[in-house]
């Protein structure tokens, strides 16, 4: 995903402040209403990317620049920092081993942590450049990594944490999903592609093109009527059949979207969109249909986010910027900071009863 920029300084502490902040216009048809409910100051130094809500151990995983972030969905206080991560993009977390995964792009490696403790435990090279999404496939049992310089996928075995395959993408790769059941996608950004990766022999068997789709960046998937959901960058979410990759259908979102996430138990679709500051909230009515029933305003730059199935809240975090510094010879494409101690958490919910922070 598109790293957010850097800051210059850095904040410590964490505070919980608030009830709801925004609210939603009312959602169309009796679709619950979702506004932000609550949010954790953080602060600190550095952008930031994918987020991943684990329920099983109750923490929010946050890829911040040079770390991770663990911060604990009870109350969003922050459980520890895994340092060591050189641009992180993402995370695999596999309770069956008990280890976590963070996809480090400046370093080229992985770093894994021990799940319990919360400390890391070593690192993994990968056979390509910039790895930024990664997942840990059921199927075959290994960790796939996403590599956007070198535009190719890495298969790692975690058992000998060795690369054990490289898959050439043919574009620049972003997010991928698995089913579990030995098939994986994921967008091509620079083509605008779906592609679709056999685990089992660690092939690439399929490509779609997408269709009324600029730059796809965010996906998520609904395993029980096998469709996929692209968000793209002309203000599209995109649904593909995962069967045949036929297009479903198209769906307006809000501006500048990073990152998607579908509720299987609601039937909602959600991509967050970091350049106008909303959460497009889209209905599921059946497998072919879907209506956009809120753009709920959040803040700009929280462009991804993670879903708590469990409690069906929407993790969000964005920050303030100062200005952009003048262009030098050492950094010639600079990035505006993050305002010092302006980082920080949104938690999205609704009015349906369910949800708890």
């Given at each position: 995903?598109?790293?957010?920029?850097?800051?210059?300084?850095?904040?410590?502490?964490?505070?919980?402040?608030?009830?709801?902040?925004?609210?939603?216009?009312?959602?169309?048809?009796?679709?619950?209403?979702?506004?932000?409910?609550?949010?954790?100051?953080?602060?600190?130094?550095?952008?930031?990317?994918?987020?991943?809500?684990?329920?099983?151990?109750?923490?929010?995983?946050?890829?911040?620049?040079?770390?991770?972030?663990?911060?604990?969905?009870?109350?969003?206080?922050?459980?520890?920092?895994?340092?060591?991560?050189a641009?992180?993009?993402?995370?695999?977390?596999?309770?069956?081993?008990?280890?976590?995964?963070?996809?480090?792009?400046?370093?080229?490696?992985l770093?894994?942590?021990?799940?319990?403790?919360?400390?890391?435990?070593?690192?993994?090279?990968?056979?390509?450049?910039n790895?930024?999404?990664?997942?840990?496939?059921?199927?075959?049992?290994?960790?796939?990594?996403?590599?956007?310089?070198?535009k190719?996928?890495?298969?790692i075995?975690?058992?000998?944490?060795?690369?054990?395959?490289?898959?050439?993408?043919?574009?620049?790769?972003?997010?991928?999903?698995?089913?579990?059941?030995?098939?994986?996608?994921?967008?091509?950004?620079?083509?605008?592609?779906?592609?679709?990766?056999?685990?089992?022999?660690?092939?690439?068997?399929?490509?779609?093109?997408?269709?009324?789709?600029?730059?796809?960046?965010?996906?998520?998937?609904?395993?029980?009527?096998?469709?996929?959901?692209?968000?793209?960058?002309?203000?599209?979410?995109?649904?593909?059949?995962?069967?045949?990759?036929?297009?479903?259908?198209?769906?307006?979102?809000?501006?500048?979207?990073?990152?998607?996430?579908?509720?299987?138990?609601?039937?909602?679709?959600?991509?967050?969109?970091?350049?106008?500051?909303?959460?497009?909230?889209?209905?599921?009515?059946?497998?072919?249909?879907?209506?956009?029933?809120a753009?709920?305003?959040?803040?700009?730059?929280?462009?991804?986010?993670?879903?708590?199935?469990?409690?069906?809240?929407?993790?969000?975090v964005?920050?303030?910027?100062?200005?952009?510094?003048?262009?030098?010879?050492?950094?010639?494409?600079?990035?505006a900071?993050?305002?010092?101690?302006?980082?920080?958490?949104?938690?999205?919910?609704?009015?349906?009863?369910?949800?708890?922070?």
């Amino acid at each position: 995903m598109r790293m957010l920029p850097a800051s210059l300084l850095c904040t410590a502490g964490l505070l919980a402040i608030g009830f709801p902040l925004h609210a939603a216009p009312s959602a169309a048809n009796g679709a619950p209403v979702y506004s932000v409910v609550r949010q954790y100051a953080i602060g600190g130094a550095g952008g930031w990317d994918y987020l991943v809500a684990d329920p099983q151990s109750g923490h929010l995983f946050i890829a911040r620049s040079d770390r991770a972030l663990v911060v604990n969905l009870a109350d969003g206080s922050l459980a520890t920092t895994i340092p060591g991560t050189a641009g992180i993009h993402g995370f695999a977390i596999v309770h069956e081993l008990g280890r976590g995964y963070t996809s480090n792009g400046r370093a080229d490696n992985l770093t894994v942590f021990d799940l319990a403790t919360l400390k890391p435990t070593g690192t993994i090279a990968v056979s390509g450049h910039n790895p930024d999404a990664i997942l840990y496939d059921q199927a075959s049992r290994h960790l796939f990594t996403f590599n956007g310089r070198s535009k190719d996928v890495s298969v790692i075995d975690p058992q000998t944490e060795k690369v054990v395959a490289t898959i050439p993408a043919g574009g620049k790769p972003e997010f991928a999903v698995s089913d579990g059941k030995g098939r994986i996608f994921f967008n091509i950004e620079d083509t605008g592609e779906l592609a679709q990766i056999d685990s089992s022999n660690a092939k690439l068997v399929a490509k779609w093109k997408l269709e009324d789709c600029e730059d796809p960046s965010g996906l998520a998937f609904d395993e029980a009527r096998h469709r996929l959901f692209s968000v793209c960058q002309n203000g599209r979410m995109v649904v593909t059949d995962s069967v045949s990759g036929k297009f479903v259908a198209s769906v307006a979102i809000g501006k500048g979207p990073d990152a998607a996430a579908y509720d299987a138990q609601r039937g909602f679709v959600f991509s967050s969109n970091g350049e106008d500051g909303t959460l497009t909230v889209v209905k599921q009515v059946d497998a072919d249909h879907y209506r956009d029933v809120a753009n709920v305003p959040t803040q700009p730059s929280a462009r991804t986010l993670a879903l708590d199935p469990q409690s069906h809240l929407v993790y969000l975090v964005a920050a303030k910027f100062g200005p952009k510094p003048e262009p030098t010879k050492e950094q010639p494409h600079p990035r505006a900071p993050v305002l010092d101690g302006s980082f920080r958490v949104l938690v999205v919910g609704s009015d349906a009863g369910a949800d708890r922070p």
